[in-house]
């Protein structure tokens, strides 16, 4: 068992034969059919109109509107205040660093990211001892523009050598391996490359033991939008993907990292998640209004199973794999698969739905079962 682990040992298939139990124990049985018809009104799913974000604060306690469509949820509810970070922030927050301008007239894009040792609680009652970027988990969002110059300045206050590898374009001096950006405790280094391609990207920590580095936390999404001047042929779509246009603005944005906990570091996990909370978006579903179409960036880093999937109940999506095209990879399926540090964008709308609860989960049923599972709350305007 790894030295600082600091959680009763929990093996996941004991907790599978005696989790499911009655609202007393530590998970409920699912019955997964979510009839729609007639359905008004949600408890906890109230959320500000400008923003699709789960309602914490209001979440009715388990049992409220959502015992009709059945549960199968942890049960009481994680301290995001202990944490330091919320399931809202984690699935819509762009950290767009600082900007300035170079003597040649380019966009510099300034980033500050720290490793930091940090225990989180990922299920109600069980902690992680956590290495993290920036106190959380996935680690801050990074979004910039095709062609800007990028510069992270990264500081290591963690307790292990750590770096920053960017799933992107830039020189070998700067792709955060050992010899090229992996720092000591204490140590910092800048990590300096033009934002290139556009896309849905990510970056991890790639100091060895590879596996416990990523499992531990240290990851986080890196998108880069295109610039619409350089793609004149889809400067419409370009400019859907660009944030901070009015093109973009009608989109419902969602950054979601599918992850695992191996809770006892027997190279079993024995929670999963997006954004690291188990069942968090199923607690407090994620409001969508039905007029303003979806986009997802999505990302797996799941350690210890070979992949991870994304389902989406009574709807279909096109996706756009590693999002370096602004023309679908697939269109019209309701699932995808990824292996880890695979990603991309899935688009969708439910226009012509009606108001209610859908659900969007793993497709391997022990990932659901153990937390991976969530729901859009989808309303009126």
């Known amino acids: 068992m790894e030295d600082d682990v600091s959680l009763e040992a929990v093996r996941r298939r004991d907790f599978l034969r005696a989790g499911l139990v009655a609202a007393g124990g530590t998970a409920i049985a699912l019955n997964e059919a979510l009839g729609q018809e007639g359905h008004s009104g949600h408890a906890g799913t109230t959320a500000p109109a400008e923003a699709a974000t789960p309602a914490a604060e209001t979440a009715a306690p388990y049992g409220g509107a959502h015992s009709a469509h059945g549960d199968m949820l942890t049960v009481g509810a994680v301290d995001e205040a202990a944490n330091g970070f919320t399931t809202a922030q984690l699935l819509t927050e762009w950290e767009t660093g600082t900007v300035s301008t170079l003597p ?13 040792d940090k225990e989180i609680e990922i299920e109600p009652g069980v902690k992680f001892p956590a290495w993290t970027y920036n106190g959380r988990v996935p680690g801050p969002a990074l979004r910039a523009r095709e062609g800007e110059r990028l510069q992270i300045t990264f500081r290591n206050f963690g307790s292990h050598p750590h770096s920053m590898h960017f799933h992107g374009i830039h020189a070998a001096r700067m792709d955060g391996v050992p010899g090229a950006g992996l720092i000591n405790p204490g140590e910092s280094f800048v990590y300096e490359f033009d934002a290139f391609p556009f896309g849905c990207h990510l970056y991890h920590c790639h100091a060895l033991p590879l596996r416990r580095h990523m499992h531990k936390g240290m990851y986080g999404a890196f998108v880069i939008d295109p610039d619409p001047a350089l793609h004149p042929e889809a400067a419409e779509l370009a400019n859907g993907r660009l944030l901070g ?30 954004n690291s ?42 996706y ?59 309303v009126e305007a």
């Open 320 to 378: 756009y794999d590693t999002g370096t095209n602004l023309s679908p990879t697939l269109k019209t399926v309701d699932l995808i698969m990824q292996c880890q540090a695979q990603r991309g964008i899935l688009e969708f709308s439910y226009a012509r739905h009606e108001p209610g609860l859908y659900m969007f989960h793993a497709h391997q049923s022990e990932f659901t079962e153990l937390g991976w599972m969530g729901m859009f709350d989808v």
């Open 277 to 318: 909370i188990a069942h968090a978006y199923a607690k407090a579903p994620i409001r969508i209004e039905k007029s303003r179409p979806v986009r997802i960036y999505l990302i797996n880093v799941t350690e210890f199973d070979p992949i991870n999937s994304f389902h989406l109940h009574a709807n279909f999506f096109d």
């Open 104 to 116: 040649d007239g380019r966009v510099l894009r300034s980033f500050v990211v720290e490793a930091v």
């Open 245 to 274: 246009t009015p093109e973009n603005a009608r989109w419902q944005e969602l950054i979601m990292v599918m992850n695992a906990f191996d809770t006892n570091f027997d190279s079993e996990n024995e929670f999963y998640a997006v």
